[in-house]
Structure formats: structure tokens, C-alpha cells
């Protein structure tokens, strides 16, 4: 049995936020490592709305759950399957898997083909900010929206690349998905980038990281759209409250456009309307793969490969916008409450400030 004490910010009942005992510092056992597994020693984590979601879910069912898919941190154990390409010691990132236990720990046991090397120009808390965002934006535009990737991997092309303008908006720029489309929808040549954000503060966000025009969606997107000189977008990402926009999507959407959101709808919405047009709309869910254990589930791996390098030669930046320390119950706690807050821009990330 190992020695190593696991620390861990867990729910043990289905309570309230702000519930004093809403998160708890727990000790859980160490990690077995399966044969594709590597253990790593959690040094950096980020919290996403999709930690929220699950934090609503939890059910009184006795058992102690460990929320937490975004880390960086340092291998200690392999599996007996893993690739030769990670050895103890490497430092890597990764959004992990929602069906296992999640990273808000010191050690961890991920699957090694949902992995990747860390970014080596930026720091460890930048990193724990990019792989959920960064998987999640990957593949809404350019395998659900269908923006094409050339072969090497860094021009990026337009489907049909016949260097014909298309349109992108993004619905809540700001967030952590928004902050990593735009970035990575403004290396398709001919491609614009429209987001929108409510607030000073988040529409300077998405300018910086490129959006080429910003509107407001607390107000109507098909006039602001008109206003800017696009009667339709070629494709549509929503972020966020897809609810706030699905009526709207018949008429700001080009006919045979495409459609992709990556949060749930909260009421019954008549997709019907997008029959007229014949507009397709996708869903995206980066833990698909994982959860499935579809037979390309390493692509993740090679997603966040690419997105090292991306950041390494300074074409993309790293979405964290505040950090916090420790990783513990009431710094978590702290990062559900701001993420609920619906004002966030970017990602928060949360770091360990000693080695365990």
C-alpha cells in the first residue's frame, strides 16, 4: 500500500453553496494506476461551470466526490500501458475524465491518452487554465462546426478553402471556451470573428484576443449584426444560456449554416425553426471521447500537443484571468461562488502553494 497522503476538496452531501459545509478537506486513498494510467501529483487546477453543474447534481448517495477536470501537474507512477513518450517526472496537462474521480487532489490517476507535455513557455498555473477550454473550442470549430485543419497543423483553413469570407459569432466571448474560439478561429484566413460580451471589461477581453467586432447579447443579435453589415453568420458557437438566443438562430444563420452549442438547454426548444434553412446544429461535450472510450479518444492527446505548440510560439495565450491559493475547500469554494456569479472573464485557476 502506498504511504503518500492524498489530500482532497471533496463533496460528501448534496448542500447549498453556501452551505459552510458545502466543499470538505478530506484525505482519500492513493490512486491505483490501470495500465493506461499515469498518477500525477496535482500542482495546479482551474474550475469550470462544468464543475458547477456537477456540484448541483450530487445526490445523497454516501459517497464522497472529488470535483476537478483541469490540471497541471508532475507524473509520479505509470500504468503499464503507457507510451514511452511520458516518463515520471514530465510535467502535463489535461482535462481528465468526467466519469472518474476528478483532480482536486495531490495525487491523480488519468488515463495517459487524454494528456499532454505542458506548454514550456508559460507557467504551470497558465497551463492548468488551457485543457478543457482548449479541447472544447478545438473541436466545436473544427470538427462540429467543420473549419478544417491543414496538414501541419497551425494554418488553419477554411472547409472548402476557396478563400471565400466567412463568418464566425461566438455567443459569451469572455468565458473560458469563448476566450480560446476566438483565439483559434482568428487563424482561419477570410474567417471574422464576431463576439459578444455585455460588459467594458469583457469586451475588452475578447478584443485583445482578437474578436474582430463585439455586440451585446442583452440585446437583440440580428439587429447588431445587421448594423455591422451581416444580414447572417455563416456559423453560430454558443457559449452560454442557449436558451436566451434559440429563437434568434433561424434568422442570424446563413441557409445550410451550422450551429454548435456546447452547454445543455434548460426548457424544450422547437428545432423545427431551423428546417427552413436547412441549418444543422451540433452539440459539444469534450468528455464524449473519455466517457465512451471511443477508439480516438488519444486524439485529446494530440489536441493539447497542438495547443503546446501554439503557445510556445506565442500565436495563442493562456485564458487564466485570476488565480487563487490554496487548493483547498474554501479556496474552491470561493471559485464556484465568482464562476456563479456569471461575471467571470476567462479562467480561474487554483494553485497549490506547497508540495504535499
Known amino acids: 500500500m502506498n504511504s503518500k497522503i492524498n489530500y482532497a476538496v471533496a463533496i460528501c452531501e448534496p448542500l447549498e453553496l ?17 495500465p493506461h494510467d499515469v498518477i500525477v501529483k496535482v500542482q495546479a487546477i482551474s474550475i469550470n461551470p462544468a464543475d458547477t453543474r456537477a456540484r448541483r447534481r450530487k445526490t445523497k448517495d454516501n459517497q464522497t466526490t472529488v ?29 481528465g475524465d ?10 491523480h490517476a488519468i488515463d495517459s491518452r487524454l494528456i499532454a507535455h505542458v506548454p514550456q513557455s508559460i507557467s504551470i498555473e497558465d497551463a492548468a487554465a488551457l485543457p478543457l477550454v482548449s479541447l472544447t473550442a478545438w473541436e466545436a470549430l473544427f470538427e462540429r462546426l467543420s473549419v478544417q485543419i491543414s496538414t501541419n497543423h497551425i494554418d488553419l ?52 484576443l482578437g474578436a474582430d467586432h463585439i455586440i451585446d447579447h442583452t440585446q437583440d443579435i440580428t439587429t447588431q449584426l445587421a448594423q455591422l453589415g451581416y444580414s447572417e453568420v455563416d456559423y453560430v458557437l454558443i457559449c452560454n444560456s442557449p436558451d436566451s438566443y434559440f429563437d434568434q438562430l433561424s434568422n442570424m444563420t446563413r441557409p445550410f449554416g451550422k450551429i454548435c452549442s456546447i452547454v445543455p438547454f434548460s426548457h424544450p426548444q422547437d428545432f423545427n425553426l431551423l428546417m427552413k434553412k436547412s441549418l444543422s446544429f451540433h452539440w459539444e461535450l469534450m468528455f464524449t471521447r473519455s466517457s465512451f472510450q471511443t477508439p480516438d479518444m488519444a486524439k485529446q492527446s494530440e489536441i493539447l500537443g497542438h495547443i503546446a505548440k501554439l503557445i ?42 506547497k508540495a504535499n
Open 312 to 353: 510556445n510560439q506565442n500565436i495563442i495565450i493562456s485564458p487564466r484571468f485570476t488565480s487563487l491559493h490554496p487548493i483547498n475547500a474554501k479556496t474552491i469554494k470561493q471559485a464556484h461562488l465568482l464562476i456563479e456569479s456569471n461575471k467571470t472573464i476567462g479562467k480561474i485557476v487554483v494553485v497549490n502553494d
Open 18 to 34: 453556501e452551505h459552510p459545509d458545502s466543499f470538505m478537506d478530506v484525505q482519500i486513498p492513493y490512486p491505483e494506476a490501470l
Open 157 to 208: 483553413l477554411l472547409e472548402d478553402d476557396e478563400n471565400q469570407p466567412r463568418s464566425l459569432l461566438v455567443i459569451g466571448g469572455a468565458g473560458g471556451v469563448g476566450s480560446m474560439a476566438i483565439q483559434l478561429a482568428k487563424l482561419v484566413p477570410q474567417l471574422t470573428v464576431i463576439s459578444t460580451a455585455s460588459r467594458q471589461e469583457t469586451s475588452d477581453w475578447c478584443k485583445k
Open 67 to 95: 470535483l476537478g477536470w483541469d490540471v497541471a501537474g508532475t507524473i509520479v507512477e505509470i500504468g503499464s500501458k503507457v507510451s514511452e513518450k511520458f516518463k515520471i517526472g514530465d510535467t502535463v496537462y489535461y482535462a
Open 98 to 107: 468526467i466519469s472518474r474521480s476528478g483532480g482536486n487532489c495531490t495525487y
